[in-house]
């Protein structure tokens, strides 16, 4: 209070108009209508000591996830610059050198029986390799499914459409089997054809998933599909003088953040595995659970190419050599 001394009580003063009773000013009147302001976080700290090994630290602004640059430790960054040496970080080797990368993109660009020699007419761009952290997010999966299944001609067409390799291959033959049986009898009258037999299905799917999130902005073509697991059986506590001298990766998405992608990554799964065990799916009601996870640094080769004047991507898993995204074109037989 203006003019008062320590130890000294200054005499009590009469409200004045315009003045609540607490005597400070009173700007607009109380509008309960009013939207709250926020108040800003606290700033970012410059730079500070890594509580593993003591090296100095300078966070780029919005990074959720700090790699030390002299040990690997990683430091994760909360509110107002709170910082924390993450436990829970492990890494996987490489196992692939450049030559075996190209070797195995290769030969996922020229799978399948409508793609012959893809690799040998495409031109390759930059091959890179980097340790790329992942959130892996354990996520049980529980859905309700209902739609139809055709027992006749048409039989096949869900695995056809949704299932993995072996499945899509007994989907087609089962799908062109129905058809040429129906094709068949409709060109000779005196042969008895089935008729389309539609079954109804109401079933449930339970998944469990240890669902690898990418854990840096932008990096969209660095998120696995279709299921991909990195093999965790392999992993090791993070050490940086085992990653070869290759860069490491920080990242800026928090392991809430990864839960909910998660999550969302889950219902894609379950929609996919209803689609296996129907040709037309109806409805479908999801309920993901997620866990607490870890970070995982992984091994990942990135390779550009480019086929017929289009630019395309493979995404390597350095520890087992599995594609883990990936373009390549759907008809390519010349």
Not at 110 to 139: D, M, Q
Not at 148 to 167: I, P, R, S, V
């Amino acid at each position: 209070m203006c003019g008062a001394k320590l130890g000294v009580v200054a005499p009590a003063q009469a409200p004045q108009p315009g003045m609540p009773q607490g005597g400070a000013p009173m700007g607009q009147p109380y509008n309960p209508s009013a939207p709250v302001q926020a108040a800003a976080p606290p700033p970012m700290p410059q730079n500070f000591k890594c509580n593993s090994c003591g090296g100095p630290m300078k966070p780029s602004a919005g990074l959720a996830l700090v790699v030390c640059e002299y040990c690997g430790a990683v430091t994760t960054m909360g509110a107002g610059g709170a910082a924390e040496v993450l436990q829970k970080h492990f890494m996987l080797n490489n196992k692939m050198t450049n030559e075996t990368a190209m070797e195995s993109g290769g030969k996922w660009l020229n799978k399948g029986i409508f793609r012959r020699k893809v690799a040998e007419r495409s031109e390759l761009g930059a091959v890179t390799l980097k340790y790329v952290p992942y959130w892996v997010v354990p996520t049980s999966v529980v859905a309700d499914f209902q739609g139809t299944k055709n027992a006749g001609a048409g039989a096949g067409a869900g695995m056809m459409m949704h299932g993995d390799g072996k499945q899509k291959a007994a989907g087609a033959a089962l799908f062109a089997l129905t058809m040429a049986a129906a094709a068949a009898g409709g060109q000779n009258r005196n042969v008895q054809v089935n008729q389309p037999q539609v079954v109804r299905v109401r079933d449930r799917i339970q998944l469990q998933r240890n669902i690898p999130v990418v854990a840096v902005r932008g990096y969209s073509q660095y998120q696995p599909e279709d299921g991909f697991t990195f093999e965790l059986q392999n992993k090791m506590n993070f050490d940086k003088r085992q990653t070869g001298g290759v860069d490491v990766q920080s990242g800026d998405v928090s392991e809430a953040e990864a839960k909910a992608q998660a999550a969302a990554l889950a219902h894609k799964f379950a929609e996919r595995e209803a689609k296996k065990r129907v040709d037309n799916l109806e409805s479908i009601q999801v309920y993901p659970t997620t866990y607490d996870g870890e970070l995982l640094h992984a091994p990942v080769w990135f390779m550009e190419y480019a086929h017929k004047g289009k630019q395309m991507f493979i995404l390597i898993d350095g520890g087992s050599g599995q594609v883990m995204n990936g373009e390549r074109p759907a008809f390519a037989l010349w």
